[in-house]
């Protein structure tokens, strides 16, 4: 069920919207992290427990339209973002822009299309600067979107594909390409950085055991992030 943590105004400027997949419990660092973000004037909190993910995502983008928001927050229920987090997204005045976390893996949460081979992506693990860089695929964990161009895409805004097509994405990557096939540009903020709990355990070369995250020769190498502060 939906539910808002706390009373709104008439007026909804920014929804932050928590899907709640319910797979492990909340925990005490997210409630406190999350109850002391910087909550912009007419900002509602809504979840939906339950459901998959994509789900929930559609539903909470209902929601924030149907409260006619100026922007939906997505926040995942592991992810702890700075307390500024919101205004600062929102100071960027851009379509999509997301904070930076690691993925469970352990690599930056980012992504660039492989240019050789189709349907692929390749994590970005090193750039320069900590500003605004353009990239082609940032999750959902922490999540700034103008409701407007939720207006122009059509919906399902959000589907997982994993096990359920060829080359099925996770619902984050469908979200993101729907966005640039609609002309939008998807940014991430170098200095928003977020910590992701539940990350796989980390051996002492400072990458997940047993696993090797991103081959030397598929490194990508980031100019100058415009945007600097």
């Not at 925990?27 to 900002?43: E, F, H, S």
């Not at 409260?67 to 997505?74: P, S, T």
Request: hydrophobic residues 45%.
């Amino acid at each position: 069920m939906p539910g808002a943590w706390e009373n709104a105004a008439d007026r909804v400027d920014v929804v932050v919207a928590i899907p709640y997949i319910g797979a492990t419990p909340l925990t005490i660092d997210w409630v406190m992290n999350t109850i002391n973000l910087v909550k912009p004037a007419n900002t509602r909190v809504v979840s939906w427990r339950g459901l998959p993910v994509d789900v929930a995502r559609n539903r909470l983008v209902r929601e924030a339209l149907k409260l006619k928001a100026k922007w939906i927050f997505y926040l995942d229920a592991d992810v702890l973002p700075p307390p500024p987090i919101i205004p600062r997204l929102m100071g960027w005045k851009l379509p999509i822009v997301s904070g930076l976390y690691r993925s469970k893996l352990g690599y930056p949460a980012i992504w660039n299309r492989d240019p050789e081979v189709a349907h692929k992506y390749n994590p970005l693990s090193e750039w320069r600067g900590s500003g605004l860089v353009a990239v082609d695929v940032v999750p959902a964990g922490c999540l700034l979107i103008d409701t407007r161009v939720l207006e122009i895409i059509p919906e399902p805004w959000f589907e997982w594909g994993i096990d359920r097509k060829p080359d099925g994405l996770s619902e984050d990557f469908t979200f993101c390409q729907k966005a640039q096939d609609y002309g939008f540009p998807i940014y991430v903020d170098l200095g928003a950085e977020c910590h992701h709990e539940h990350l796989l355990p980390v051996g002492p070369r400072g990458q997940a055991e047993d696993l090797v995250l991103l081959p030397k020769d598929k490194v990508v190498i980031l100019p100058q992030g415009k945007g600097e502060n």
